[in-house]
């Protein structure tokens, strides 16, 4: 069965990533498919170390004992990583991109171990649009990854929504989020 891991980078269980996440996660079940969301918030991730141990030959693996070794885990076993997050002073939250620099774990050869999977970005953002958001920075982020680790690019669904519950003044967002779940 197809496997989706939704890492969330938005501290707020009830804001507008959050409800991206949620609405994905429906429509993802909807086609008897898993989805997990992870609150990243929740657990302890150290910031890379940059110890270099996990590129040693023969390594692969994080040192770090810490809850990122759930994560690996939980990557591995997916087929898709949805990325979630607000935008936080015109990038991704502290929350999500720590985790994602703990990513290096998974080189050198990062093609390798991302083979065949896919990767989307659910964003929020407080300002009226991308661009004076800061949002766009995170797009090229996102974008940067998903080619450097050579898997599929879902796209990006983006709203803008200050306060909890906000986004849903944009009425094509949920719809946005399925059609995501549809590309899974
Ligand atoms: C620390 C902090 C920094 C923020 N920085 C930005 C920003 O740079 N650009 C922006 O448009 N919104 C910014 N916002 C607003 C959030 O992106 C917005 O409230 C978003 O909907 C929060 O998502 P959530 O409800 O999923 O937590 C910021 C909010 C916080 C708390």
Redesign the pocket.
């Given at each position: 069965m197809m496997k989706t891991l939704i890492l969330m980078g938005?501290?707020?269980p009830m804001?507008?990533?959050?409800?991206m996440a949620e609405w994905l996660t429906e429509s993802v079940k909807e086609r008897d498919m898993e989805a997990e969301t992870v609150y990243l918030n929740a657990l302890s991730i150290k910031p890379c170390q940059a110890c270099g141990v996990c590129h040693m030959p023969g390594m692969g693996e994080c040192i770090v004992d810490d809850d990122m070794k759930e994560i690996y885990e939980k990557i591995k076993e997916s087929d898709c990583i949805i990325f979630a997050s607000?935008?936080?002073?015109?990038?991704l939250t502290a929350q999500i991109k720590t985790a994602i620099d703990r990513f290096y774990a998974f080189g050198p050869d990062y093609k390798k171990s991302f083979h065949g999977k896919k990767f989307g970005l659910l964003m929020?953002?407080?300002?009226d649009n991308l661009e004076?958001?800061?949002?766009k920075n995170a797009v090229a982020s996102f974008n940067d990854m998903a080619a450097y680790l050579g898997v599929e690019n879902l796209g990006v669904v983006h709203c803008?929504?200050?306060?909890?519950g906000?986004?849903e003044r944009n009425k094509d967002i949920k719809a946005k989020c399925e059609a995501m779940a549809m590309k899974i």
């Open positions: 938005s501290p707020r804001g507008n990533t959050a409800k607000p935008v936080y002073f015109f990038n929020s953002y407080g300002d004076v958001s800061g949002g803008q929504g200050y306060e909890p906000e986004l």
